[in-house]
């Protein structure tokens, strides 16, 4: 056993879960829209997503910068701003409950606590003016009623697990006089000391270097071994994705496009905008090769389509090169394309025809 | 097609549009109720390189190995405690603010957090067009057109200008603080992390967007970031950095294809592979606690957790050296000229996984 699960172990409460034969259900999120009331007018920002997470599992989400991913995941623990912001249909079913029924003191209870969420930017939602290990231990003095003491010793703890270095000083400083990475780490330890059943990480490593990046991948995985945590993973790299998901929901404008297993996803992409993302990633070494000239990035040409007003028929079908004049007049339903690997398009066998 | 920075090289060594030299920034350490300097942090000791006009410069290192503030310090955003910065050729270090305006125009940054950058209370379009008011470039209309131009070029829609920064996505904030970088065509641009928060396909299009600019307009780049393939993919050269000190300076081929710092070999080791049915690599687990920029360790910073490291890397420091031509490293196990791929010695922290 490595120093680390170790560490992780004395951490961590020992309240690990008797592990049953079949994962069960622990959040199913159940066509959610969410929309936000402009003075410009309506906007869709999630329209009509679902998706569910079973116990240990890790459910990547991906899609354009835009798509709704962080409002769907805000909208799960209710923190959409509103107004402007309303959740206006859909459930969001967790240990038998719809979320979206619960009083605002019950939802309470849940944040933090059962379900928690390292946020995209973490100056958004670090306090300026408490010292980060004053805000960890705030959280853990709230969920586990430990002491200040006790708390704060937690909270160092924590800080050491996600690989600050000097974490009892750094504990005294304020976000502002920390690294843009030490600030996303402060976030991750605040949200790993409850031992949350659910844990959704909306680009928990952008600001990370890739050897720490590792190190906190290995720390949310040991942590989801212990206490069959599961783990919504929204991220923009691929790399990460395809180390860490075992299955993957694309979104595009709002929506749910493709949904699979990661081997399946990216051997064989069902939707033809999953598979200009996967054109687009970067990858290591190939620019090397290109004789010392850069050259440019493969891009799926054009852009998002304003929320605002969605194009009729297939939001995708302005920038898409399999576009037909059926796309443009009816929106494709999310159909399994293959066993267990759903995706919305007219012409996913043109597609699959052309990558073979 | 040759790039600029290659035809003026082959007319002869261009003057550099930036020379750093020797930069170190210290932030003192304050405690107690009369705020006493109880120490340092060395964020930034005693870094050097330079930038050609239309050139990229990648930065890349730990977390807190003071990339930003180095990025920052360059733009004299923060004052440095010690080294001179030139500007061609010009020194900029000691200008005090006014005579700095005018070269405010010329240097821009894109920042790592674009949500604490932007001001809350400005419309999109009034962040971008700022710039172009305060140093009276453009007004009224004109200034109106100018902004919604750079939107365009950004993949903002023009109807987005209006709207206030919290109604954006992550990316999209991010891309409302690149078009205000490039409002002034500004000559030098220090650009921390400026596509990490985008998708690949965004992502795609404004590094192929950065690579445009730069091919029109001769800019200049300091690129941080920790998408090492993206890196790889824009600089021309890249500087790794390990606690505040730059470890490894090269073209990008020689670095991807010949690292000879073993922090750099670590750093590859680690990037995962947008494949999952990829083998696992060999990863190099670096072992040991980072160590703080606070009290770096003595010799080699990196000793503490390096896994070739040898008895004098505990006490003597490497300098920064030429190992081949235009490839630079600090590390003692190439003292007696470039050793590639690394030694592996006995009981080394590597580990298969
Ligand atoms: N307060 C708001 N008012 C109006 N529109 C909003 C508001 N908050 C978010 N939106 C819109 O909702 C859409 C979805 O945003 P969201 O933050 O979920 O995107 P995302 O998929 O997380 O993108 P990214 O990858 O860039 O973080 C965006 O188009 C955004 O402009
Ligand atoms: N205003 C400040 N006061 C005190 N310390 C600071 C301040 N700004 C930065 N530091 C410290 O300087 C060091 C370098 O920080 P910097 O932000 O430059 O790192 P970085 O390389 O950009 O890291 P990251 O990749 O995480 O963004 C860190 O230890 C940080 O805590
Ligand atoms: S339905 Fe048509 S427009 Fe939409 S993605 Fe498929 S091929 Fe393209
Ligand atoms: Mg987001
Ligand atoms: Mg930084």
Redesign the pocket.
Known sequence: MSIEVKELKAAIDDTSLPVSGQAETVLEIDDLRTY?F?RDGV?R??DGVSYSVRRSETVGVV????????????SILRL??DP??RIVGGAIRFEGANLLELTEHEMQSIRGNDISMIF?EPMTSLNPVLTVGHQISESIILHQGLSKRDAMDKAVEMLRLVHIPEAPSRAHEYPHQLSGGMRQRVMIAMALCCNPKILIA??PSTALDVTIQAQILDLMRELQDKLGTAIVL?T?DMGVIAETASRVVV?YA?RKVEEASVDDLFAQPCHPYTKGLLGSIPRLGLAAKADGKRAPLSEIAGM?PS?FNLPMGCTFAPRCAYATDHCHEESPPLEEKRPRHWAACWHTDRLLGNTE | MMTKAAQRSAEGRPQPLLEVDGLRKHFPIRRGVFSRTVGHVYAVDGISFHIDPGETLGMVGESGCGKTTAGKTVLKLIEPTAGTIKLRGKEITGLDPDSMRPLRREMQIIYQDPYSSLNPRMSAGNIVGEPLTIHNVALGKEKEERVAALFERVGLRPH?MA??P?????????RIGIARALALSPSLIVGDEPVS???VS?QAQVINLLMELQDEYNLSYLFIAHDLAVVEHISHRIAVMYLGKIVELTDRQSLFEMPLHPYTEALLAAVPIPDPKAKRRERIILTGDVPSPVTPPPGCHFHTRCPYAMDRCKTEVPELRKIQPGHWVSCHLHDSGPMFPLARPRNAGRSID
């Open positions: 936000f402009t906007v920002a999630v899609g354009e910068s835009g798509c709704g991913k962080s409002v769907t995941a805000l959409v701003a402007p912001g995209q909306d680009e929204i923009h979104m709002g998002v929320l | 987005q709207s206030y919290h109604e954006f996505s992550g990316g999209q904030r991010q928060a985008l998708d965004i």
